[in-house]
């Protein structure tokens, strides 16, 4: 077993192109599926970097593809098949179009296109793509109810403006906290140095933001992170690939040591949608051209099953 690909040829794996070999799904007025999984590659990137994760969609599907002959086998992280029926209830919605230089056409894709998998009453679960992709993802909730909003994450995101930007990958959560729909925000992961200022995080905390950093989830496990969560309220996680410690994930623009560990944040999802309801899940921040033999991208690939077999 050299590679991924004679893995997944010792197991009858045949060409591949979705996640884990899923139905496609083209036409998103016609999805009948209770979980469809969507690209992002781009929303609203700096200039300074441009579209520095458009590639990671890709990446992340082709980590597991050794394994899509197998998923009615069964799946040691829910302990039990990823489809617990038997019933394949997922479906893979390709990557929507971008254009580095139309960042309000990226957002109203990626909007429009979560709204409509909404609709159809199925948990959108979003790959990207940069930084700012939540911000789309998150209005799309509108008029859908109160929303609370996970965050995992080395930063806060909490900056009004970045090079002129408002929308870009580091107002994420200060855009959230003026969604009307968005009443509880909960920030997991913070450490070392990022975009934001003393006036940012007095911005979050006044806000009523509950964060809980990178050190008291090892000190201290993860019951607190899941105890803030809104019993029965609905709650998407987004997850920023740096929010795992860089060992795990190394393919991200912020690298910053003492990041959550694969268990933790797996921990942290199953604690959610057995407390709550998951109504969503993003990942973001995923740079293929800075992982290590496509390790990171099976990390990401094995977060979204998780999250397929507790949605599906």
């Not at 139905?23 to 969507?38: E, K, S, T, W």
């Not at 019933?87 to 139309?102: F, K």
């Not at 859908?144 to 995992?152: E, F, P, T, Y």
């Amino acid at each position: 077993m050299k590679d991924a690909s004679n893995l997944g040829a010792m197991f009858g794996v045949e060409n591949v192109d979705t996640f884990l070999g899923l139905p496609a799904c083209q036409d998103l007025d016609g999805l009948q599926a209770r979980v469809a999984i969507l690209g992002a590659p781009c929303a609203s990137p700096y200039k300074s970097v441009g579209a520095y994760c458009a590639g990671a969609p890709s990446a992340i599907r082709e980590a597991i593809v050794g394994w899509s002959a197998n998923i009615q086998h069964v799946d040691f992280d829910l302990d039990r098949p990823l489809f617990a029926d038997g019933q394949v209830s997922a479906v893979d919605c390709g990557d929507l179009d971008y254009d580095e230089n139309d960042a309000p056409g990226n957002r109203a894709r990626i909007r429009n296109s979560v709204s409509k998998i909404l609709n159809a009453g199925a948990l959108p679960i979003v790959l990207g793509g940069d930084d700012s992709i939540p911000i789309p993802v998150f209005e799309a909730f509108a008029g859908r109810g109160d929303l609370s909003v996970l965050q995992i994450d080395a930063h806060i995101d909490w900056r009004d403006e970045v090079q002129g930007e408002r929308w870009g990958l580091s107002s994420t959560m200060r855009r959230a906290s003026e969604m009307a729909h968005v009443t509880n925000i909960i920030q997991v992961g913070k450490r070392g140095i990022g975009s934001a200022r003393a006036a940012d995080y007095q911005a979050a905390l006044d806000w009523g933001v509950r964060f809980f950093s990178a050190r008291e989830v090892y000190r201290d496990g993860i019951a607190g992170v899941v105890d803030a969560v809104p019993p029965d309220g609905n709650v998407i996680i987004s997850l920023d690939c740096d929010g795992l410690d860089p060992s795990i994930i190394p393919g991200v623009i912020g690298r910053a040591p003492g990041g959550l560990g694969y268990w933790q944040t797996v921990e942290i999802i199953h604690g959610v949608a057995a407390k709550a309801n998951l109504v969503g899940f993003n990942i973001v921040e995923f740079m293929p051209e800075r992982d290590v033999d496509a390790l990171g991208a099976l990390v990401c690939a094995r977060i979204v099953s998780n999250v397929i077999g507790l949605g599906a």
